[in-house]
């Protein structure tokens, strides 16, 4: 090392002059040591960020809960874990569809990332209450979303809504009245008066195509159905439920009616066929659930719901032999094997 | 411009050691991107392959299960209501129908089943004139439609038909035609575990998606603007990726599978591979340059140091010195620049002395000067005042002589004989010579005292003027002027009408020999001084003499050829050198003399 030795303070160089070049060096070090630890934190740090989404689903009955289950499980399929990344806000079933419009509000006000909705009701409810906020809304249960007024078409609904739309089995339901027993001829109908959502018109082309005669019968309160069972229904050969809310609420009535009077009777719902229905064809509400969770994921991962086109869910024959021995009837062999599931 | 050898340094170090260091780490990067993208086109390859035998496997499955109704239990035979029944057990199995239609060899439907409605006897009808009957019962093999979308659910059917033969070689019985969901395959492709960004579609011929893991693209009748190619393009959802594309057939029609990779997940183990690589390589680089620094610091510091030392001996600080440390090369620098500035002390401190020993000289030397001038111009004056004195002493008795001859002439003239008379003229003409003398001595004694009033003068003028007056004094003469124009000239007036009183009158002088006189005044302007000459045709000189012309009584003829004191050009001399000229003679015998004079010009 070599530096100026002089009693001229003007030639020599300032005081202090090698610390500080050491001093910058130093600080040079403890710089370039803290920018690696920034780059390599911030490459890192994105992919220890998990984001947590709220899910809310709103249900009318408590055949719905099975719809929830089936939400979950296909939620958790796809890497969603409840009280990790997803908290799951499930109401219990208003039960009554004019508690649709507070439920709706109450869970909205807990700011839900997505919507879930069951029924035609609740997703027109649901339809008018996220109509300002255009929170994602996620159905299950729809018989015609197009029909209703909730999606402009099934292929691209539009809006913030879309769903999975229940099959059109309806005919198809009808017709194993015939497969189950080939003779039946009449079948009752219970309806609800002035229900601007029932599906009875494919039923009617069904039962006119087989050459089915339907007994149609308007069931405004419990005391018309009650009127209704009391009696012997002279010359009905089965009784078939048509989806609708209401009626589906008097289902176990119309099942002890129907052992009763020795009568095949088919209900909507496939999973409450344990009940003591015959037999049902249509959507298995589990499944559903299912399919309608990748629609939530896709947009939970941003996809917006109008560009997700609605989904049709998969019909099924649920069979109860149990019943089908109380009422005498023999299940054809052939359509024994059509039955996705045989309740013994 | 001076570049900092720090700088200079730096960017050395930066290119030796930063360079390299860049380049390979690029290199790495390009050759990890290389590796990257020959592994993703492998897997893409693979799953385009594995897919494409599932899926084939899978139609073959479908056409097999179809055909196999007929092999089992000689389904042709039963009668329709059974073949209904049948039909519609299979529709349900797996749900991979839509519909399923039994025709005859006729074409008509002898039973059918749909997943979407009960079908009636009435309903059943004849598809003779459709390709789906045509096709199999010309050519005894399966047949297959291009896709369509149902109205209902939206999803892609495709017809197969499957022709039932009788026998081994036999003529087509019966022909089953089915509308496959194609929605079965999609299962399928769900099955398949995909890295994220890895997908896989099923095409038509006409670029619809028919197949997808994620059902919207499909139910949304999505259609590809062209046909995927293999390499970098994009993925159905519009981002870029790397697609690699397999082709299959079901019976007649083509599809083509796509693998895709999307280009930010297939190379984002480049992306952490890159960021290792350059996290190494930053720190590799801060740690070089930091070492840089240091080393550059090293070496410069102690190079300015001396740089420091020598701007502060140039500066006149030969004291200074740098501190040696060490035993390099700098050290060996800093020995000898302070080796080097001890001598230059040394050699500065003895050249010091010699200077002032010489002005100490100097200054004796100045002061002797000084006291000889002195002496001398005390000299001087007294010799002027001797000559002034003596002259002037000396014009008493001269007058007595003059007027005493004068009046011995007058009064005793009578009583003289003619050699008294002659002698006494002798005496007065001496005394005449001898007054002239003394005034001639007492103008050159006044050259030296008097003062001097510089002005511009017209030499020319004043040359025609005096000559005129001296032309005037020799009546019988033939004198002939040449005047050319003359160099400005400044002076006192009076001392240089004396000069050219004294070089004319000389002039005419030493022309009396000849018959005609011809006198030449000129000039020439310089840029220091101006020359003028005066010429004349008269008899010359000896240039040997020419030194001694301007010397007091020096005179190169005997007065009784030319009379005069020899003291003109003495004076003329004096005048000339007080105004800080030079004046010489040029001459050869009887030839003419030129004499030359300068006086200052405007730029001295």
Known sequence: MTSPATNDNEDRPPAGHAAGWRMRGLALAAGALVAAAAIWWGLHRQESEVRSYRVALITVTSVDSRVEAGIKAGLA???????????????????????????????????????????????????????????????????????????????????????????????????????????????????????????????????????????????????????????????????????????????????????????????????????????????????????????????????????????????????????????????????????????? | MMTSLRIRLLAVFMALAILPLVVGGGLLAWLSYRLQLAEVYERQHDLAARMTVELDSFFDGIEGRLASLDLVREFTALDAESQRRRLAVVLAERHDFRELALLDEQGRERAKVSAGEPIAAADLGSRADREEFRWPMAHGRSYSGPIRFDRETGEPLMTLAVPFIDGRDGPVKAVLVAELRVRRIWNVMQERHLAPGQEVAVLDADARVIAHRNPSVVLRETRLPAMPKEGRGYGVDGTPAYLVTSSFKVAQQPFVLVAEYAVAQAMAPLQHAGAVIGGVMLLAILTVLALAWFSVRRIVLPIEAVSAAAMAVRRGKLEQRVEVVGNDEIAELARSFNAMTRELQAALDSQRHAVEEVGQLNQQLERRVAERTAALEASNKELEAFAYSVSHDLRAPLRAIDGFSHIVLDEYGDRLDAEGRKLLASVRSGAERMGQLIDDILALSRMARQEMALVPIELGTLARQVFAELAATAPRRRLHLELAPLPPASGDPVLLRQVLENLIANAIKFTAPRDEAIIEIGGRAGAMENEYFVRDNGVGFDMNYAGKLFGVFQRLHPVRDFEGTGIGLAIVKRIIARHGGRVWAEGKVDAGATVHFTLPGSGG
């Not at chain 1, 159905?139 to 099934?154: H, K, R, T, Y």
């Not at chain 1, 497969?179 to 079948?187: D, K």
């Open chain 1, 77 to 344: 399929d796809l890497g969603y874990r409840e009280g990790d990344n997803l908290v799951f806000d499930a109401p219990p079933p208003v039960g009554q569809i004019d508690r649709l419009d507070a439920a709706l509000a109450a869970a909205i006000s807990r700011h839900p990332d997505l919507l879930m909705v069951a029924t035609t009701a609740g997703t027109r409810a649901a339809k008018r209450a996220t109509a300002e906020s255009r929170l994602p809304v996620v159905f299950v249960e729809v018989n015609d979303p197009v029909a209703s007024g909730i999606v402009a078409s099934l292929k691209a609904p539009g809006g913030n809504i879309t769903g999975v739309r229940m099959p059109a089995s309806e005919k198809l339901r009808l017709g194993y009245l015939k497969e189950l027993r080939p003779a039946t001829r009449r079948v009752l109908v219970p309806t609800t008066p002035g229900d601007p959502m029932n599906s009875m018109g494919p039923v009617r082309e069904a039962a006119a195509r087989l050459g089915l005669a339907l007994d149609e019968h308007p069931i405004g309160d419990r005391k018309a159905l009650e009127g209704l069972l009391a009696e012997q229904p002279g010359g009905i050969d089965a009784i078939y439920l048509p989806r609708d809310t209401n009626i589906q609420l008097m289902a176990p009535q119309f099942i002890a009616a129907a052992n009763r009077h020795r009568l095949p009777l088919s209900i909507s719902i496939v999973d409450e066929v344990g009940d003591g229905a015959l037999y049902s064809y249509g959507f298995e509400a589990g499944e559903m659930g299912r399919q309608a969770a990748r629609l939530v994921d896709l947009i939970l991962r941003g996809a917006a719901p109008g560009d997700l086109p609605v989904e049709t869910g998969e019909s099924y024959l649920f069979l109860n032999l149990k019943a089908a021995a109380t009422i005498g009837l023999a299940v054809p062999p052939h359509v024994l094997k059509q039955a996705t599931v045989i309740l013994r």
